[in-house]
T-cell receptor, first 116, second 116 residues
Framework: DAGVTQSPTHLIKTRGQQVTLRCSPK?????VSWYQQALGQGPQFIFQ???????QRGNFPDRFSGHQFPNYSSELNVNALLLGDSALYLC???????????????FGNGTRLTVT | AQKVTQAQTEISVVEKEDVTLDCVYE???????LFWYKQPPSGELVFLIR??????QNEISGRYSWNFQKSTSSFNFTITASQVVDSAVYFC?????????????FGKGTRLSVIA
């Protein structure tokens, strides 16, 4: 049973560039959430996708955007990269299906983005 | 406003010692969930426990135990007879409401080092 997979593992970009990170959810899951974890900090919620739509969003600028595909996989796009965007980006999946409780999130290993 | 505070940034113990990781939370909701996650060097967040606000029973799972006290808004995590494999960053997290897939608010984490 494959867990949450993310690609690439590491990425180095220059300020001003754009980046796309990818995530495949755990088998059977239909919801994908993205979190940003700066060095020495806890993860911060970016946004969540379900049924190919952004359902919830944290306090992140519009430079951060995403997409969910019919197979439930997801992409996170960041435009006009800043040095402060350097972080570990974690993807998490869960099962929504009208569930009335929080199903535990299953996290991937993350993509470490370095902006120089 | 919701907030999770993990006052201990780093803890170092000798193998076989017991160690308690503190977590204090703030929320205005009467129904909410609390979580603990473990983050080994690989980066993946590993789910350890979920507790809802109506259940103040302490829980024990092998060498792990959790003490939830609503009166002090605390959800502390104890590892008994620590082992080197317990070395990781541990995060406490809060999710408000009972709706499915509500985003998690994480503390800054506590880095635990268990020395052989």
């Amino acid at each position: 049973d494959a867990g949450v997979t993310q690609s690439p593992t590491h990425l180095i970009k220059t300020r001003g560039q754009q980046v796309t990170l990818r995530c495949s959810p755990k088998s059977g899951h239909d919801t994908v959430s993205w979190y940003q974890q700066a060095l020495g900090q806890g993860p911060q919620f970016i946004f969540q996708y379900y049924e190919e739509e952004e359902r919830q969003r944290g306090n992140f600028p519009d430079r951060f955007s995403g997409h969910q595909f019919p197979n439930y996989s997801s992409e996170l796009n960041v435009n006009a990269l800043l040095l402060g965007d350097s972080a570990l980006y974690l993807c998490a999946s869960s099962l929504r299906q009208g569930s009335s409780y929080n199903s535990p999130l299953h996290f991937g290993n993350g993509t470490r983005l370095t902006v120089t | 406003a919701q907030k999770v505070t993990q006052a201990q940034t780093e803890i170092s113990v000798v193998e076989k010692e017991d160690v308690t990781l503190d977590c204090v939370y703030e929320t205005r909701d009467t129904t909410y969930y609390l979580f603990w996650y473990k983050q080994p060097p690989s980066g993946e967040l590993v789910f350890l426990i979920r507790r809802n606000s109506f259940d103040e029973q302490n829980e024990i799972s092998g060498r792990y135990s959790w003490n939830f006290q609503k009166s002090t808004s605390s959800f502390n995590f104890t590892i008994t007879a620590s082992q080197v494999v317990d070395s990781a960053v541990y995060f406490c997290a809060l999710s408000e409401k009972y709706s499915g897939n509500t985003p998690l608010v994480f503390g800054k984490g506590t880095r635990l080092s268990v020395i052989a």
